[in-house]
């Protein structure tokens, strides 16, 4: 059972929602991305309208290897947020990761938002999301409530060592975290996937989350929002939080590390990734390291906050640059993309 209070869990992301799009808060510079190039190629046997961003993820077909990652639910900016989310991905065919269910645990009510958003877009598709300080404490029947609530079709666990330790309420309680993540993958209705929040994983990690049954793993690195500067800069000034924050201001594995300690070894899951992702050309850079799929937080929130015009645009923008990017690589398909060697580490 959760007891925090939907007050204080409402006004914490109200804080987060703010904090997140703040310059400082941003680890920019550190994604690794600066580092990678695709290899143009001169004379593409191909015309652009042939390019084609279909793939599959999660055993289905999508449309778009693209991704809304988890942010907005649970406060009254949420509802709004999510609407305007949820039409624009349903519309682009783009997935919906929705943030943190948590307060639902306790509060019957929050399904009640959900169903407002599945009428706004009843086809859209949602990844449900849990912290696993939670999923320890939570019965998988209760998890499977939440899947219901969203219709999800797949549910997120996400894992934020950092921003527990740092923030004012928050419960930096993991002891038993791969055993949670194993119950749940045994008898949830769908697929597992984990992610981090902007820290990344390192090899020994990912090699944990091999053989237990989850579907995917989001790297979620270093480079784009830092939970540990947020957390920070929610806390009193001249305490020990946010003074830590400011020595663990980098803290994090980065989001390009993080892939290639995903993708130098064999997984049994597919490898997502996001953190710092800021452009369509970023994302091509991910899918041809090997991502199946590529999710946006900040700036998505950025666009959103200035409505659903808005939003639209700048996804049909991460769309197009991705499409250039694979026409100019020579690739077709985002499946070439992914497997024939286009990336290199740039030259200084
Ligand atoms: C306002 C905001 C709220 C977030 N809330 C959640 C959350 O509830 N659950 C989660 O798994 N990740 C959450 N995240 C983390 C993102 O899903 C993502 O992993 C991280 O922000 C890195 O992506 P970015 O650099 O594109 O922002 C949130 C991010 C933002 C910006």
Same mark, same amino acid.
């Given at each position: 059972m959760d007891l925090e209070s939907a007050t204080q869990f409402a006004g914490r992301k109200v804080d987060h929602l703010r904090l997140s799009l @703040?310059?400082?808060n941003q680890a920019i &510079? =550190? !994604? &690794? +991305? %600066? $580092?990678i190039q695709l290899i143009h190629e001169? =004379?593409? /046997? +191909? $015309?652009? /309208?042939?390019?084609s961003l279909v793939g599959r993820s999660l055993e289905r077909k999508i449309s778009i290897p693209m991704f809304v990652s988890s942010m907005t639910a649970g406060h009254t900016q949420g509802v709004n947020l999510n609407r305007i989310l949820a039409r624009a991905c349903a519309e682009k065919g783009w997935r919906m990761g929705v943030g943190s269910q948590r307060r639902e645990l306790g509060d019957a009510k929050a399904a009640h938002e959900w169903a407002q958003i599945r009428k706004a877009a009843p086809r859209v598709e949602l990844l449900g999301n849990l912290g696993i300080s939670q999923l320890i404490r939570t019965k998988t029947a209760q998890v499977e409530r939440l899947v219901e609530a969203l219709a999800a079709s797949a549910m997120i666990i996400h894992l934020n060592p950092l921003q527990e330790c740092i923030q004012? %309420?928050? #419960?930096?309680n993991f002891r038993g975290g791969l055993q949670a993540l194993e119950r749940l993958v045994k008898s949830l209705s769908v697929p597992v996937v984990v992610k981090e929040t902007g820290c990344g994983f390192s090899r020994a990690t990912l090699k944990r989350l091999r &053989?237990?049954?989850?579907?995917?793993? @989001?790297? !979620?690195? +270093? &480079?784009? #929002?830092h939970w540990g500067r947020i957390e920070g800069d929610r !806390? /009193? %000034?001249?305490s020990a939080r946010s003074e830590a924050a400011v020595t663990l201001a980098d803290w994090g594995i980065s989001t390009v590390e993080s892939m290639i300690n995903a993708t130098a070894m064999k997984t049994d899951y597919e490898v997502w990734a996001s953190g710092g992702v800021r452009s369509g050309l970023d994302a091509a850079k991910l899918l041809a390291m090997g991502a199946t799929s590529v999710g946006f937080a900040a700036p998505i929130l950025s666009s959103a906050l200035r409505g659903e015009k808005e939003l639209l645009r700048k996804m049909s923008v991460f769309e197009y640059e991705l499409k250039i990017a694979l026409f100019c690589t020579g690739c077709r398909t985002v499946a070439e993309l992914q497997t024939k060697k286009v990336w290199r580490w740039r030259a200084r």
């Open positions: @703040d310059h400082k &510079g =550190l !994604s &690794g +991305l %600066e $580092n001169a =004379l593409p /046997d +191909l $015309n652009f /309208d042939q390019v004012p %309420e928050g #419960t930096p &053989g237990i049954g989850v579907a995917a793993v @989001d790297v !979620s690195g +270093l &480079g784009g #929002t !806390s /009193d %000034e001249h």
